[in-house]
């Protein structure tokens, strides 16, 4: 028994959302194989598209795995082949499309034991590895699609929200890497009272939005006072490519996840793709190669 799987790419806090808001990419993502075998436990028989360990207890996809296993150690086993086409480090969720595939192919060869937001909390101890913090706001969305809120996470509350029909994500995803717990060493432990003000006035504003289908709340909700201001000068041309999409019509640009890559909304196919090819003018002149990808929100 066998199971195929595409693995979507995610981003991230979506501006105010820093650690509990999170977004599916339908048209970015790995693929991972999963097989049943007479042999116990888990197997990592091949990775490609990525150098990353084999050994299960050190690779994301083998730690989500085992600690499902841990909770219902059936009497067989199970191989993974994980085919990467995210690249580590990029801000769009690679590790956490490795943890939800792995979760989300066992559960499926198991019948379904777990719900969707059941397995989350799985998926989140194979992002611990790899970014050194349980967040969901890279699993959670993997795993449910569309926005999802981790409204809290002890214990885990995870909401599934609506969206408008016609809202595009634009997202270029340069091929540097950024690793997440250094952009989180960067932070700062204390937010002042006005800036923690601001961004849930905007978070609720946003979701407000998606709700009412109010593209103009949604812009006007989309900023990040507290954490842009200390991550966006590591990454290569950022205030231009924000300037550029909204000149040319985003509703709103930010950092995707902890970076280097960066995403634009902006509401119809037309909007975005023009936003695409602003954001891909403004970072030209980087040298750095970089793909860039427009995605329907479902
Ligand atoms: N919320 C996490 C962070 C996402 O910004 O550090 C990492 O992809």
């Known amino acids: 028994e066998k199971i195929q799987l595409f693995c979507p790419a995610t981003i991230a806090n979506l501006s105010c959302g820093f ?69 580590a480090g ?55 699609g569309g926005f999802t809120l981790i409204r809290g996470y002890n214990p885990l509350d995870i909401i599934k929200i609506e969206s408008p029909p016609e809202l595009f994500a634009t997202v270029i995803h340069p091929q540097i890497e950024l ?3 250094e952009m989180r060493a960067v932070l700062e432990p204390m937010v002042p009272l006005k800036n923690a003000i601001t961004q849930w006035g905007n978070f609720g504003g946003l979701i407000a939005g998606l709700y009412t289908n109010d593209y103009d ?45 960066v995403f634009a909304l902006s509401k119809g196919f037309h909007t975005a793709q023009k936003v695409a090819q602003a954001i891909q003018d403004a970072y030209k002149d980087t040298g750095i190669p970089f793909e860039i990808h427009v995605s329907k929100i479902n």
Do not use: Y
């Open 217 to 261: 709340l949604i812009q006007r909700s989309l900023h990040d006072e507290i954490i842009e201001p200390l991550r966006g000068k590591f990454i290569p041309n950022f205030e231009l490519i924000k300037k550029s999409a909204m000149e040319n019509g985003a509703l709103g640009a930010g950092i995707s996840g902890s970076g280097p890559s």
């Open 90 to 144: 990029s801000g769009i969720g690679s590790s956490a499309a490795s943890a939800a595939g792995a979760v989300l192919g066992i559960n499926e060869l198991l019948g379904r034991p777990f719900s969707r937001k059941e397995l989350v909390r799985f998926a989140m101890k194979g992002e611990a590895l790899a970014s050194g913090s349980e967040h969901a706001d890279n699993v959670a969305p993997a795993l449910l």
């Open 179 to 181: 690793k997440t717990s």
């Open 19 to 87: 650690d509990v808001f999170g977004l599916c990419l339908d048209t970015i993502g790995d693929e991972m194989i999963l097989r049943k075998t007479a042999e116990k436990g888990i197997r990592i028989t091949q990775i490609t598209g990525a150098n990353l360990p084999l050994e299960p207890q050190k690779n994301v996809a083998g730690v989500a795995a085992m600690a499902l296993l841990e909770e219902i150690n059936p009497g067989f086993g199970f191989e993974i082949e994980i085919h990467k086409k995210i690249k």
